[in-house]
């Protein structure tokens, strides 16, 4: 769980920041928001052996 919550708050950050560099077109800051928690997905599930 608490994974998962540093995940979206380091995820909403992330989506916010891109935003405000990008103005003009806000899809860059949901394409670096999706990046980002497909990142933390691959990241946390991975089983180490």
């Known amino acids: 769980m608490k994974k998962a919550l540093i995940a979206v708050i380091i995820t909403i950050i992330v989506g916010l920041f891109v935003m405000g560099i990008f103005t003009?077109?806000?899809?860059?800051?949901?394409?670096?928001?999706?990046?980002?928690?497909?990142g933390?997905?691959?990241y946390f599930n991975d089983k180490k052996k």
């Open 24 to 38: 003009e077109t806000l899809e860059f800051g949901l394409l670096a928001a999706i990046a980002v928690m497909g």
């Open 40 to 42: 933390f997905i691959i």
